[in-house]
């Protein structure tokens, strides 16, 4: 069965939209163009970009503190997931990596409908947990054999350092090296966990094929990183968040110093990034119940860091699209990130142009979510288009209090 809607705007390779034109879908792939049928829907209005991806999810964590998360009971624990998974597909998320937490026999309890297509990372191999297993090695075996296509190494330390830890490698580059070695022989990629400092040469060296958060990423970091066709995923709002935290008294006030310097940094490494041609693709680092379902927010606080809305419209999408691809089984059966002939089905129509400030994480921006050519959230019909959607001047998501809802809205 194809369905087609006409007068639609699509999301193009630079990150600005077509014409309005014809869209169809059948058998879980997208088709441009063609003769407009009688039972053609009307998408005069509507926006259609590729499906969003989170590189950088924790869908198994509903709390900040890992204490209260082993608190929760395994059939709680496995529900709040489920939920988040839901939420975070009608957020207009299609495909996920999870960075920690979640395993293989959790997410199969989820059908596949009612989640992301997610690639998993399993367990976060720190030096605790490296030493615990007998090495570096033989964790990124045992995160392997339990389903990872990701090796995720901490290799920085990270919000909760005491005061004046300073940005020493926690690996050596070997160490590195083999994880990556090992991730490579099953087709599994490594995704480095690093602030800044000598970590991120040995991530760039060693040939792993992304870097987490990344702060303190230097100019010339950004401009190798870039030559070995790398990913930047720098998870900016999450930070913020954590201020909050601190400023609400939820996480100690030793915490600031060390995390407002980073916060500071953040948005100079995006910028270096995007100048040395480093791919940037967008990443929450969510784990509380309160943030998943907020993902889109991310794409705001890629703005504000300095993006155009374009570059960060492909960075929500294509880039993330094309890391993941990477390690994806069948890389022919993966979605791409775009909105072409042939290309899976992932897509988030809107009612608004989400190049307008603020309008893509507007909670009432989606019209309709489809995964694989199925429409898994939301509904589409003959209905009038939408009227153009106001927007404001600028995003205000660092302003506004958190509440402890699945749309944060800015």
């Keep these: 069965m194809t369905t087609a809607l006409q007068a639609l705007r699509v999301l193009r390779e630079d990150g600005d939209f ?119 090695a033989a964790a990124a075996d045992a995160a392997l054999a339990s389903g990872a296509r990701w090796v995720k190494l901490v290799a920085t330390a990270g919000v909760a350092a005491p005061a004046g830890t300073d ?52 100019e010339e970091q950004a401009a190798r990183a870039a030559e070995r066709e790398m990913t930047l995923v720098p998870t900016l709002r999450i930070y913020h968040l954590v201020q909050r935290m601190i400023a609400e008294g939820a996480l100690p006030a030793s915490f600031a110093p060390r995390v407002d310097e980073a916060v500071a940094q953040h948005s100079t490494a995006v910028r270096r990034a995007r100048d040395a041609g480093l791919a940037i693709a967008l990443g929450t680092d969510y784990g509380t119940t309160a943030q998943h379902g907020t993902n889109r927010r991310e794409f705001d606080a890629l703005v504000v860091a300095g ?12 880039s993330g699209a094309a890391l993941l691809t990477r390690v994806a089984p069948d890389p022919s059966a993966a979605p791409d990130g775009r909105i072409a002939d042939g290309s899976v089905a992932d897509g988030v129509i809107l009612g608004a142009d989400p190049r307008a400030s603020g309008a893509l994480s507007d909670p009432g921006a989606i019209v309709a979510v489809i995964k694989g050519g199925t429409i898994v959230h939301g509904a589409l019909d003959n209905r009038p288009a939408p009227a153009p959607r106001a927007s404001t001047s600028q995003p205000v998501f660092l302003t506004t209090p958190l509440t402890n809802t699945r749309e944060d809205h800015p």
């Excluded at 395994?74 to 009608?90: F, K, N, P």
């Excluded at 993006?307 to 294509?318: C, D, G, V």
């Design 307 to 318: 993006l155009t809305p374009q570059e960060a419209l492909i960075a929500s999408t294509r």
């Design 167 to 218: 940005l020493e490698p926690v690996f050596s580059r070997a160490e590195i090296e083999d994880a990556v070695d090992r991730a490579a022989r099953v087709g599994a990629g490594v995704m480095v966990h690093a602030w800044g400092g000598r970590a991120i040469d040995d991530a760039i060296e060693a040939g792993a094929m992304s870097i987490e958060h990344g702060m303190y990423l230097t």
């Design 18 to 136: 077509s014409a309005p034109t014809r869209v169809s879908w059948a058998d879980g792939r997208f088709g441009l163009g063609g003769e407009s049928q009688p039972e053609d829907l009307d998408g005069a209005g509507f926006w259609l970009i590729p499906g969003l991806v989170d590189t950088h999810l924790h869908a198994a964590w509903h709390a900040f503190d890992a204490a209260d998360r082993l608190a929760m009971s395994a059939d709680d624990a496995q529900r709040a997931t489920a939920e988040t998974l839901a939420c975070t597909l009608a957020a207009g998320v299609t495909s996920v990596r999870d960075a920690g937490g979640l395993d293989a026999a959790t997410l199969a309890l989820v059908p596949e409908a009612a989640r992301p297509l997610a690639q998993l990372s399993v367990s976060l191999i720190d030096r605790a947990a490296a030493d615990d297993a007998g090495g570096v």
